[in-house]
Structure formats: structure tokens, C-alpha cells
């Protein structure tokens, strides 16, 4: 035994043989290389259209294998769940010492409780398409509103000159209309519209 150079990869490895010129890594690849084409036959490449047929039709089957897997898991976990609850209930039962009210009292808890939790989802369901419902409603309203009150004609501010707006609250004044509803409501007015 001797350390050589390898003549294909240049690496060195222990030679047995006194013959050997190439590493078992090099060797290796070479049988492989004849084994698959004898020299001077044809290089056999696959067309690409039928490359990416292979390719697609191998990406499903990886597909429904990862799926099935995941069924699989999902099918184990839920029977060593299902075993785990089974566990719970012999160990509640042989605490119980079998006391037909008790456990019959423990039976009717359950499914009152399973019914009050499929009832709460279905709940929580219907309010949440109601809340959507009624965002979309009041989206549409507040537009057609909108659309509405661009479509309407706005009144023209009328503008007083600062002279006429103080005759026209002095002549309206609540004082000299002895507290009146009207003259109250047009001083208003006439102060929220002050030029």
C-alpha cells in the first residue's frame, strides 16, 4: 500500500494495488459513465417537452403523497387523541365508582356543552355575515347619499352687506318680539350666518 495521485481528480488516495492510477471516488463514476453508454453510442437525450411532461406528471405524484401524509398524520393524531380522551374517561369513571347519576349527570354536561359550542360558532358565523352585510349597506347608502346631495341644487348664500346684517338682527332681536319662538330661531340664524 502507497499514497498516489489520482490522475482524474488529482487527490491523493492510498493505492492496494501497485497498478491503480485512480481513486475509488473517480472509479466509481467511470463504471457508472460505462454502464450507462458504451463509447461511440449516441448520446439518448429526453426531448423537452416530454422533460417537462415527466417533471409535471412527478410534481403530482409528490403532491398526493405529501397529501396523503397529511391525512395520514391527521388519522394518527386524532386516534391517539381519541385514546388519550378514552384514558380519561376510564380513570373519571373508576373515580366515580360507577354512580349511574353522577355519570349520567357528567354525559348531559357534555352534550349540553357541545351543543352550546356549535351553537356559539353558528352565531358568531351569522354575526359576522351580518357585519359584513351591513358595512357593505352602509357603504352603498352613505354613496347614494352622497350622490344625492351632489345631485340636489345648494342654496345660494345670500350676503348681507355688515350694515342690513345688523338692522335685520336688531329688527329681529327676541327682546322686542317678547321672547318669541320665531324671532329667537331668525337671530340665530342671522348670527350663524354673519358676513
Known amino acids: 500500500m502507497e499514497t498516489k495521485v ?27 459513465y460505462r454502464l450507462s453508454r458504451k463509447k461511440g ?50 380513570i373519571a369513571l373508576n373515580g366515580l365508582d360507577h354512580d349511574p ?28 355575515l351580518m357585519i359584513q352585510s351591513v358595512s357593505l349597506l352602509t357603504k352603498e347608502n352613505m354613496q347614494l347619499r352622497l350622490n344625492q346631495y351632489r345631485r340636489t341644487p345648494q342654496p345660494e348664500k345670500t350676503s348681507f352687506t355688515k350694515e342690513m346684517w345688523r338692522r335685520f338682527t336688531q329688527l329681529c332681536h327676541p327682546d322686542k318680539h317678547e321672547g318669541s319662538v320665531a324671532a329667537t330661531e331668525a337671530t340665530r340664524w342671522l348670527l350663524e350666518n354673519r358676513p
Open 6 to 32: 489520482c490522475s482524474q481528480c488529482s487527490h491523493y488516495f492510498i493505492a492496494v494495488m501497485e497498478d491503480e492510477v485512480t481513486c475509488s471516488n473517480c472509479v466509481k463514476d467511470e463504471e457508472i
Open 41 to 90: 453510442d449516441k448520446r439518448n437525450f429526453i426531448p423537452y417537452a416530454q422533460l417537462l411532461l415527466e417533471w409535471k406528471k412527478r410534481v403530482k405524484e409528490c403532491n398526493a403523497w405529501r397529501k396523503g401524509e397529511l391525512r395520514a398524520a391527521q388519522d394518527r393524531y386524532d386516534r391517539e387523541r381519541l385514546e388519550k380522551e378514552k384514558s380519561i374517561l376510564l
Open 101 to 128: 347519576d353522577t355519570l349520567r349527570l357528567y354525559v348531559n354536561t357534555k352534550n349540553q356543552l357541545e351543543v352550546i359550542t356549535q351553537e356559539r360558532n353558528r352565531l358568531k358565523e351569522a354575526n359576522e
